[in-house]
């Protein structure tokens, strides 16, 4: 068993909080560890030894929290712990899941591998029925490959020695939860929870793992004051029996901003004779979004989107969450400076963070850690060539954050750059593959094919750009094209050629702007711009003052715009050498927050209802 005590157990708390079931077992914890530098550890027989240190799962290696804190390139690791399976769970299958391991995983319990994942954002599982049964130990070993080079979706993960720029440590192998799940031998797969506003109503799509004939799926849906609707449906027809919940009147409550009301689902699978077999609890909000012009509505309201950019990373832990308290924390900090949601930017968030989000009534964008497919041999024309993989570990991410109400649009790729041309690239398949995937998979919300700069599928939902110019008096005439239909657009650097396709009328917003740089404690005017110390947008400003005016002079430009259906702000946090965020990187105040807020929070020109 992991040595760690539960009471100090860290991140203790159910990592999958939207599909609970009660049988469940956290592994975090101190696990054996050992660094494989040139990743030839399984011909050395690494797999099926002791490992030489100790490391506290779920934080990375390069944390402090971890216990290891080695931030040089680290080709391979190896992790390694022993478990019992809780005897009490007779006649179930162990389950072992892992929330987020980067890059390339590979897992052997008791000597068998039982499963490979490609991809360092995305959950994956193993039914360990007929290597480790309830009662029996399981001994599981994980090695993860984290190459320096190639292609790969890394995020903000540097990939030189030192952090410079917008760009960050690494985070190398097992860096999210790792649990044991109990269920029976044919049980519930995760729901689809799809709202119907317009119709006050609920289709709930549960995947099943066999069909049995005389079985049914159950759905009950409650509030605070008990018992909304249930329903039930044959389990023997379909592979993913379809429910539908019409909520009565006078117990409809939408979920937004103000009022983020999140209904309780219960899901049973029930067999013959009548018995619950299986049960899960989740949550849903009844909450729309729709496209009326250049509108982008909730519940049919023109509701001006106050988004910040989130990097989401800690000092000491960097992409995990030290606590489950940081993770609130976050938002409610967020709220204060007067946001309403953000871009979780190239990262795919914990699942923990998207339940905050949905209960505070935050607004996000779901979004993927793309970066990493740019080719040192690249040219212009054909300098990004991210894979295959990219699109399957974006599907993973939608299928896994569907029922999230807080999510209000997709959006898979950001800042993909490359000259248009008379030929068709890898970087238009996958970007096309991406938008047409996100559609299939989810036709309740609206995708947007990259953020800024190369928007390359015509018929996407939403266009965009970033704009990082710092005067406001600029700014404002570089934004006022939206007016006449043609809105500022990202050149990439080159000024006489595209690198998107023409915009078409879409909603369209500043997705990023700000960003600007101030350091208290650097020298107030320095010119200088030494990335691996402090960077930031432009001039840093002079002082504090100068901050609020530029900060009010670029908001005012795009809260007057009544076209314009949101913005995003660089950024929450400082990020290490990067430092232009409303708080410092250890979230402390650098800014009076309720200026701030009061700045931001008057009426936009968009807010017509």
Not at 315 to 343: H, K, Q
């Amino acid at each position: 068993m992991p040595s760690t005590p539960p009471s100090s157990q860290p991140r203790s708390e159910h990592p999958r909080p939207q599909f609970v079931r009660p049988d469940w077992l956290c592994l975090n914890g101190e696990w054996q560890f050992e660094i494989d530098r040139s990743d030839s550890g399984l011909e050395r027989g690494v797999a099926n030894r002791e490992l030489q240190q100790r490391i506290v799962v779920p934080f990375a290696p390069e944390t402090e929290l971890s216990g290891i804190a080695n931030v040089d390139f680290l080709e391979a690791v190896w992790y390694r712990t022993t478990v019992a399976i809780p005897a009490g769970w007779a006649g179930n299958h162990a389950i072992l899941h892992f929330q987020a391991v980067d890059q390339d995983a590979t897992v052997w319990v008791n000597g068998v591998e039982v499963v490979r994942h490609r991809g360092g954002f995305t959950p994956f599982s193993a039914d360990l029925s007929g290597v480790a049964s309830p009662g029996e130990e399981a001994t599981i070993v994980v090695r993860a490959r984290d190459s320096r080079y190639g292609v790969q979706a890394r995020g903000k993960q540097t990939t030189k020695y030192f952090n410079s720029g917008c760009h960050y440590t690494r985070t190398t192998g097992i860096w999210q939860t790792v649990w044991l799940e109990a269920v029976p031998e044919v049980h519930l797969l995760r729901p689809r929870i799809t709202p119907d506003v317009a119709g006050s109503t609920f289709h709930v799509s549960v995947p099943i793992s066999a069909n049995k004939p005389g079985w049914k799926v159950r759905a009950i849906i409650s509030d605070g004051t008990g018992k909304v609707a249930t329903a039930e449906v044959r389990a023997d027809l379909d592979l993913a029996p379809r429910l539908v919940l019409p909520i009565p009147a006078d117990r409809v409550r939408r979920w937004d901003t103000t009022d983020p009301h999140l209904y309780g689902v219960r899901l049973e699978l029930v067999d013959a004779d009548g018995a619950v077999v299986d049960g899960a609890d989740s949550y849903a909000g009844l909450r729309s979004v729709s496209i009326n012009g250049q509108a982008v509505l909730i519940n049919g309201k023109h509701v001006f989107q106050r988004l910040v950019l989130d990097q989401g990373y800690w000092p000491e832990s960097l992409m995990t969450a030290p606590s489950e308290e940081a993770l609130v924390a976050d938002i409610e900090l967020s709220l204060a400076a007067g946001f309403n949601g953000a871009r979780l930017h190239q990262k795919v968030f914990e699942e923990r963070y998207l339940y905050h989000a949905d209960r505070l009534g935050y607004l996000v964008w779901g979004e993927f850690g793309d970066w990493g497919g740019n080719v040192a041999e690249g040219t212009q024309e054909n300098n990004q060539q991210p894979t295959a993989s990219f699109v399957t570990q974006w599907l993973e991410a939608v299928e896994r954050d569907y029922n999230h109400p807080s999510i209000i649009g997709w959006c898979p790729l950001n800042e993909t750059h490359q000259l248009l041309h008379d030929r068709i690239t890898q970087l238009d398949d996958v970007t096309r593959a991406m938008f047409l995937a996100t559609k299939a998979a989810d036709v309740t919300r609206p995708v947007l094919d990259a953020s800024g700069y190369s928007h390359r599928v015509p018929e996407t939902d939403i266009w965009d750009s970033h704009n990082y110019e710092q005067d406001p008096v600029e700014f404002g005439k570089q934004m006022a094209g939206l007016a006449d239909g043609t809105p500022y657009g990202n050149t990439g650097g080159s000024e006489d050629r595209s690198i998107s396709q023409a915009y078409n009328g879409q909603p369209y917003f500043c997705s990023e702007f700000g960003g600007i740089w101030w350091n208290p404690e650097a020298a107030a005017a320095a010119a200088g711009n030494n990335t691996n110390e402090s960077w930031g947008y432009g001039q840093r400003v002079k002082d504090e003052g100068d901050f609020y005016e530029r900060f009010t002079g670029l908001v005012d430009v795009l809260l007057d715009n009544p076209l314009m259906f949101g913005y995003c702000y660089t950024q929450l946090t400082d990020v290490f050498q990067e430092e232009n965020g409303i708080y410092r990187f250890d979230r402390s105040n650098k800014l009076d927050v309720p200026r701030i807020q009061s700045i931001q929070t008057r009426a936009a020109a968009y807010e017509k209802d």
